[in-house]
């Protein structure tokens, strides 16, 4: 199975301020996800990040709220900006993995107060 | 886009009983997996299976791709089962996955 570190596990954060989580994969991947899940609801797609690409946003969601890097096959980043309550979720990054078995890091649980 | 539907959306049982999830598709998948959700947020793979059976100690599941349907089969259910299944699947077109809305076990002593 995949490794997938991901962190902060979780953050306290003040209205207004932004937050970037790191998600590191212990192999080289082509893709990476980044979702969602808000309290007591399932998990929805953000965006899927390439390496060399800006990341494609579902509907919904824009860069300049969820602003993502992808620099290397190894390691991508997710930053929430100007952060409102409505914010609060846990946010996971997710690899795929041969023949395409998607594996998730342990998410960040993210309360915006 | 594909809809996934799960039932039943929650379950209570005594512990050692068995039971069964349900997972409805809209659409062909080339992708399905089951994940448990334990109450620190984190996402375990149980299953990769977009066809045919598969047992994993106590727990096993079944897809049916022409009918668009797969279960999930809980054994012997204990305390640490506890959690949110999750079915999620994957068509050609797409390599995210498309979540369900979960099935939220709760394993009594």
């Known amino acids: 199975s995949a490794v997938i570190s991901q962190k902060p596990s979780r953050d306290i954060c003040q209205r207004g301020t932004s937050l970037t989580i790191q998600c590191q994969v212990d192999?080289?991947?082509?893709?990476m996800f980044w979702y969602r899940q808000q309290p007591g609801q399932s998990l929805t797609l953000i965006a899927t990040a390439n390496q060399g690409s800006e990341a494609t946003y579902e509907s919904g969601f824009v860069i300049d709220k969820f602003p993502i890097s992808r620099p290397n096959l190894t390691f991508s980043t997710l930053t929430v900006s100007n952060m409102s309550p409505e914010d609060s979720s846990i946010y996971l990054c997710?690899?795929?993995?041969?023949?395409?078995?998607?594996?998730f890091g342990q998410g960040t649980r993210l309360t915006v107060v | 886009g594909i809809q996934v539907e799960q039932s039943p959306p929650d379950l209570i049982l005594q512990e050692g009983a068995n039971s069964t999830l349900r997972c409805n598709f809209s659409?062909?998948?080339?992708?399905l997996q089951w994940f448990h959700q334990n109450p620190w947020g984190q996402l375990i793979n149980l299953f990769y299976?977009?066809?045919g059976t598969k047992q994993n100690g106590r727990l096993s599941a079944t897809t049916v791709a022409t009918e668009r349907y797969s279960l999930l089969y809980i054994s012997s259910s204990q305390t640490t089962d506890s959690g949110v299944y999750f079915c999620?699947?994957?068509?050609?077109?797409?390599?995210?996955?498309?979540f369900g809305s979960g099935t939220r076990l709760q394993v009594q002593p």
């Open positions: 659409d062909s998948v080339n992708n």
């Open positions: 192999s080289q991947v082509t893709m």
């Open positions: 299976i977009p066809s």
């Open positions: 997710s690899a795929l993995r041969r023949p395409q078995e998607a594996f």
């Open positions: 999620a699947v994957g068509d050609t077109g797409r390599r995210a996955l498309t």
